[in-house]
T-cell receptor, first 116, second 110 residues
Framework: DSGVTQTPKHLITATGQRVTLRCSPR?????VYWYQQSLDQGLQFLIQ???????AKGNILERFSAQQFPDLHSELNLSSLELGDSALYFC???????????????FGPGTRLTVT | GQSLEQPSEVTAVEGAIVQINCTYQ??????LSWYQQHDGGAPTFLSY????GLEETGRFSSFLSRSDSYGYLLLQELQMKDSASYFC???????????FGTGTLLAVQP
């Protein structure tokens, strides 16, 4: 158990819908990262927040957005869902947010999103 | 940009030693990490190399050569539970993101 929690574990929804994925980082970690992993694919970095502020962005679609709240939990919002958005979405956290400190990230169990 | 290359699949027998290679290209480099992911599970951190040389952690070792932009993960005394995907990840680039390779699926056979 990494100490990172994600809800829900599974989500099935229809195309065009909007969903929110939730993540609570490990106690003491200030950085939260979101990744997308499609079938047989690697981990695609989406976005990073550090202490409430956006720190780095990856190939995140405009239909996707995220935020980190004062209590450090984070939410990833996915809208106008398409079939291709079906994937495992992981949240990870680390103590630091830049430089060598973010090489060790602790991953949550993931949310499996299925768009039908 | 950043790119990483690692073999897609490796097969080895129980008790053997296996090496998973990773070559990378990045503008700006802090270090190379390795993560293990069992099927459908969460990736877990294995090791990190910032400097050239070998880092050992139990049965797992990781090596880095910055001049060759190359690293490897060495798994010794393989066990069935080591069957998993192994990802190398580079910390670097303008925004210090951790960029993952596509992963190597290790199958350990009895």
């Amino acid at each position: 158990d990494s100490g990172v929690t994600q809800t829900p574990k599974h989500l099935i929804t229809a195309t065009g819908q909007r969903v929110t994925l939730r993540c609570s980082p490990r106690s003491g970690d200030l950085s939260v990262y979101w990744y997308q992993q499609s079938l047989d694919q690697g981990l695609q970095f989406l976005i990073q927040y550090y202490n409430g502020e956006e720190r780095a962005k990856g190939n995140i679609l405009e239909r996707f957005s995220a935020q980190q709240f004062p209590d450090l939990h984070s939410e990833l919002n996915l809208s106008s869902l398409e079939l291709g958005d079906s994937a495992l979405y992981f949240c990870a956290s680390s103590v630091s947010g830049q430089g060598a400190g973010s090489y060790e990230q602790y991953f949550g169990p993931g949310t499996r999103l299925t768009v039908t | 940009g950043q790119s990483l290359e690692q073999p897609s699949e490796v097969t080895a027998v129980e008790g053997a030693i296996v090496q998973i290679n990773c070559t990378y290209q990045t503008s700006g480099f802090y270090g190379l990490s390795w993560y293990q992911q069992h099927d459908g599970g969460a990736p877990t951190f294995l090791s990190y190399n910032a400097l050239d040389g070998l880092e050992e952690t139990g049965r797992f070792s990781s090596f880095l050569s910055r001049s060759d932009s190359y690293g490897y993960l060495l798994l010794q005394e393989l066990q069935m539970k080591d069957s998993a995907s192994y990802f190398c990840a580079v910390l670097g680039g303008a925004t210090n993101k951790l960029i993952f390779g596509t992963g190597t699926l290790l199958a350990v056979q009895p």
